[in-house]
């Protein structure tokens, strides 16, 4: 039996298309996404100083969209371009937990593709 969920957006900046938070009930972790013009705007942010798992959108040579996913000690550090990032709420950080956070986007992802 399946049971919804509820999903928590928090708009930081006040806008839909500037930086937002989001929760989902019964989920250890946080995700954020944060265009490009905003990355120097989240120093306010501790927690995207911690351990985390974030993935990198964008488009190929051939204009095609694709999907970097990697992990960080501390993911305001890797990022350069748009991102949408996968933190835990709850300290201390783990990196194995991360490192199954990280396995288990992956698989979702080459179970999307199939």
Same mark, same amino acid.
Request: with cysteine; net charge positive.
């Given at each position: ?11 930081i900046d006040g806008e839909p298309n500037g930086r937002m938070s989001c929760e989902l009930s019964n989920w250890s972790g946080k995700a954020y996404k944060i265009p490009r013009i ?41 990022? #350069? ?12 950080? #783990? ?20």
């Amino acid at each position: 039996m399946k049971f919804g969920k509820t999903i928590k957006i928090f708009l930081i900046d006040g806008e839909p298309n500037g930086r937002m938070s989001c929760e989902l009930s019964n989920w250890s972790g946080k995700a954020y996404k944060i265009p490009r013009i905003k990355i120097k705007d989240c120093s306010d942010r501790e927690d995207l100083t911690s351990t985390g798992v974030y993935l990198l959108f964008g488009k190929d040579d051939e204009g095609k969209d694709q999907v970097y996913i990697g992990e960080a000690e501390s993911i305001l550090k890797r990022l #350069n371009e748009t991102v949408q990032i996968t933190v835990s709420k709850f300290k201390p950080l #783990n990196f194995d937990y991360e490192r199954r956070q990280l396995k288990s986007l992956i698989m979702a992802q080459i179970e999307r593709w199939r």
